[in-house]
């Protein structure tokens, strides 16, 4: 449902993570980490992904898999977009600054099993933007990656493992029809023509049931993305008031994120006050907040490419009006509902029926228009199977809303979970939720 936008605070993380690495190759002085991509991996160390690669391979067990990276974005407008990278490869490789990149696995081979993709270097073009590091050992200290190579071997290094594995094993993502072909389907079938014998396995549920589960590692830094969207959550609801553009509530909202240890944004922050907020994705933040309005801002912060997820709804002059009260009690009743039931092994969709529930029984039900929850994780919507039983040590959240343009409302309640075996931990705790503590805190305002 959203952008994201991990990396919209443009920063020096990545680099302070692994130090001024420079090496020496002759009398040729190599540019350190941070000042040439790759930079290395981030924000974990290389080991951390040489060994997810391992895990991931020995799922696999045979084959050849081929995983992109993203591609880089239009550097001839004005202002040119941030990169983000793919998910998957991020995971994979910590890989997050260097665009065009391909990852190649062949858990068979009996020396080299994995091969990162780079690639050719434009010297003329570098002087105008970012350097690039040359091929050679250095690339491969800081990535990790077995053997580092340029993207135009791709096709014959993929043809060469595929003659003898005869698989290619396909890890997503699934495309609609109307969608282009993915670029490993694509590459997959030219290299079928050319390799007799050599068959195609689906493999898309494999990252995301691996991703899904958190490591410790990751939750040190969604609760650390949970703090700084608590900052902005709380700065919004201390400083809005009647008459102020969106936009201008919003920039309070991210500079706070910055303030209190945010990297970057999970998503375009949503600021939607009365009709506004009823439209989904409603992110350009052009009205003004009135008063006797509902205000809703969905916002989170990131922390090292890991995002947050939070939704609050509350009033611009401070207080609820009596029937705004009972259609939040309504939302937050339908979110309880849920809750109840998220513990490990639990459905989804038996989850979304318990909300759903409480509103068919108040006559609301066409109301709520969107799905319950997703996964979160290096992605704002990290993927996992959501029809099958959630597991623990996921992270999901829980939004039930209510919409309705003509009323001049749109509320949602939105809370991060971790699931445990027995349960859930609301990650996102200390913002205020209920309509008593949203109205006690707007009333400490100075």
Same mark, same amino acid.
């Given at each position: ?19 001024? $690495?420079?090496? &020496? ?26 060994? %997810? ?16 990276? +993203? ?18 490869? +991020?995971?994979?490789?910590? /890989? ?34 970012? #350097? ?53 389907? #694509? ?42 969207? %608590? ?6 609801? %201390?400083? +809005? ?7 201008? $509530? ?12 945010? !990297?970057?944004? &999970?998503?375009?922050? /949503? ?44 009033? +611009? ?68 199977? !959501?029809?099958?039983? /959630?597991?623990?040590?996921?992270? /999901? ?24 075996? !027995? ?24």
């Amino acid at each position: 449902m959203r952008i994201d936008r991990r990396s919209l605070f443009m920063g020096a993380s990545a680099a302070a993570a692994l130090g001024g $690495l420079a090496v &020496a190759a002759g009398a040729q002085v190599l540019p350190p980490a941070g000042y040439a991509t790759p930079a290395g991996t981030s924000p974990f160390t290389p080991d951390v992904y040489r060994a %997810r690669r391992a895990k991931l391979m020995e799922q696999l067990k045979t084959g050849v898999a081929v995983i992109y990276g +993203a591609n880089a974005v239009d550097s001839s407008a004005p202002v040119s977009p941030p990169f983000f990278q793919n998910g998957d490869f +991020a995971w994979l490789t910590g /890989i997050v600054d260097e665009p065009g990149a391909i990852l190649v696995l062949a858990p068979t081979e009996r020396t080299v099993k994995e091969w990162l993709l780079l690639p050719s270097r434009d010297i003329e073009n570098e002087r105008w933007n970012q #350097e690039r590091v040359p091929l050679g050992s250095l690339i491969e200290q800081r990535t990790g990656v077995q053997r580092v190579m340029r993207t135009s071997a791709l096709g014959g290094l993929v043809a060469s493992l595929a003659s003898r594995s005869k698989e290619l094993r396909f890890l997503g993502p699934i495309a609609s029809a109307n969608a282009p072909v993915p670029p490993a389907l #694509e590459l997959y079938g030219k290299v079928a023509q050319r390799v007799p014998g050599c068959a195609l396995r689906d493999d898309t549920g494999v990252l995301p049931r691996l991703r899904c589960v958190k490591e410790p590692r990751e939750l040190v830094l969604m609760r650390k993305a949970m703090d700084a969207t %608590r900052a902005g959550h709380l700065a919004a609801m %201390r400083q +809005a008031r009647p008459g102020m553009p969106e936009n201008e $509530l919003r920039f309070i909202v991210e500079s706070a994120f910055r303030a209190a240890g945010g !990297t970057g944004l &999970a998503y375009d922050s /949503i600021v939607g006050s009365g009709r506004n907020a009823a439209s989904l994705h409603y992110a350009t933040a052009t009205g003004t907040v009135h008063g006797g309005e509902l205000i809703l801002l969905d916002a989170g912060a990131s922390v090292g490419g890991y995002a947050c997820d939070v939704t609050r709804t509350f009033p +611009a002059s401070g207080r609820f009006t009596p029937e705004q009260k009972v259609l939040y009690d309504l939302v937050l009743e339908a979110q309880a509902a849920a809750v109840s039931k998220l513990k490990a092994g639990a459905y989804l969709e038996d989850l979304s029926e318990a909300a759903k529930a409480v509103f068919r029984k108040a006559g609301r039900i066409d109301e709520f228009t969107h799905g319950l929850g997703h996964y979160v994780g290096l992605d704002v919507h990290d993927p996992g199977d !959501t029809t099958l039983p /959630i597991p623990a040590g996921s992270v /999901i959240t829980m939004e039930p809303g209510l919409y309705l343009q003509s009323a001049n409302y749109g509320i949602r309640i939105e809370d991060l979970y971790l699931v445990t075996e !027995t349960g859930a931990e609301r990650l996102s705790v200390g913002v205020p939720r209920t309509t008593d503590e949203i109205e006690a805190f707007m009333a400490a305002r100075t």
